[in-house]
């Protein structure tokens, strides 16, 4: 049934599928950015201009999936753990020791993460986590108005410490390339962790990027006490009016973006549009995404979206390993467009293993382990057969 006819709260099964499609969507777009990263990393020594392809494959996914992927999970991340202290609250086992638990083993997902990739995330979910329990108590009208606060203040900020030319850490970027370069497997593991806990540690990084973070999560916890997934018909009608909104406001920004850069303007040493123009645009897509769902069209794809999106922890994990072995150590001498591929690729083919995995467990491997450690006991992982 399309779902703008629906009167009635959406069923369950169907709420959870729209957020994990959305999960699996912003594991697509961070698979492919994270592999064009890499790309970088391999070719940062090349002085060559790109070529027209490059340029343009560059630029369009920049603006597409560029930090969009992060910035979607971060919102869906606080919005998760909204429903699982929701859950612990009403079921009256402890709340706050239990969700600082959890977190603690994510920081041990992450820390293995990063001997892999770098350019890791899920530390920074763990550390923002634990600060997001702070704010659980808050009302829906409150977490809705701190989010936009931090959201539209930070870039303040942001431009604020450019000015102070403090944002940058150029040694830590070259003793994450002197590393890099020696193409070694513990060479390798040595620039990740460099790169993840040094040179990430910058005040864009360790400020600035938390603070967007931190707005993302609080908007993700309002849109659960504010039951947006569960009331979804009733919310159609501001999906489609931040869509227009937030595409109007895209193009806005960046013509806007254009005209400083050609114009040499200083407005971004007063207010930085970079994160905003990320957030504007995950909005549009965001919101483009959930307004084709309801219409019950493109059932495959997001049927595809979500089987993924079950799995994120896994597949994130996962993505990064491979990339390791296969485009890290071996360093393949392949163009900007092969990356992307390979990146589309392996999403494609953990569409299809997490699809036979489900069918066979409850969880992926690594969501199972994360459950049982944080609930310090032991669940069933294969199914239960039917007869």
């Given at each position: 049934m399309n779902l703008m006819h629906q009167n009635s709260p959406l069923p369950l099964k169907e709420q959870t599928v729209i957020v994990d499609s959305l999960r699996g969507w912003a594991l697509l777009s961070v698979v492919l950015m994270n592999y064009a990263s890499i790309y970088g990393w391999n070719n940062h020594a090349v002085k060559t201009e790109p070529d027209a392809l490059t340029f343009f494959l560059d630029t369009a996914s920049e603006l597409i999936f560029g930090s969009k992927g992060w910035t979607l999970l971060a919102v869906l991340f606080g919005f998760g753990f909204s429903v699982l202290l929701q859950n612990r609250q009403q079921s009256g086992q402890s709340v706050?020791?239990?969700?600082?638990?959890?977190?603690?083993?994510?920081?041990?997902?992450?820390?293995?993460?990063?001997?892999f990739f770098g350019g890791d995330i899920l530390n920074d979910y763990a550390l923002m986590g634990l600060l997001l329990l702070l704010f659980y108590k808050c009302s829906v009208r409150m977490l809705f108005v701190l989010a936009a606060c931090v959201l539209l203040l930070t870039p303040l900020l942001h431009a604020y410490l450019g000015r102070l030319h403090v944002l940058f850490s150029p040694k830590s970027r070259d003793l994450f390339y002197s590393f890099y370069d020696r193409n070694t497997f513990e060479d390798h593991i040595k620039a990740n962790v460099v790169m993840r806990y040094k040179w990430m540690l910058r005040l864009s990084y360790s400020v600035i990027l938390h603070l967007i973070q931190l707005g993302c999560f609080l908007l993700g916890m309002a849109l659960h006490r504010s039951h947006f997934f569960e009331q979804l018909s009733r919310y159609l009608k501001r999906v489609k009016q931040l869509f227009l909104?937030?595409?109007?406001?895209s193009v806005a920004i960046y013509m806007l973006?254009?005209?400083i850069e050609k114009s040499e303007w200083t407005f971004n040493s007063y207010y930085n549009l970079y994160y905003p123009q990320i957030l504007v645009i995950m909005?549009?897509?965001t919101t483009g995404i959930i307004w084709l769902y309801a219409t019950g069209k493109a059932k495959v794809v997001f049927a595809a979206l979500a089987i993924t999106g079950k799995m994120t922890l896994t597949s994130y994990m996962l993505q990064n390993m491979l990339a390791f072995f296969f485009f890290i150590l071996l360093k393949p001498n392949w163009s900007l467009q092969s990356y992307f591929l390979a990146g589309l690729v392996i999403y494609l083919l953990q569409v299809a293993a997490s699809k036979w995995w489900l069918s066979q467990y409850q969880y992926g491997l690594a969501e199972w382990l994360w459950r049982c450690l944080s609930y310090g006991r032991m669940f069933p992982l294969k199914k239960k057969e039917r007869g």
């Open positions: 706050y020791w239990f969700f600082i638990k959890r977190m603690l083993w994510l920081f041990v997902f992450a820390f293995v993460n990063t001997l909104f937030s595409f109007i406001l973006q254009f005209l909005c549009f897509t």
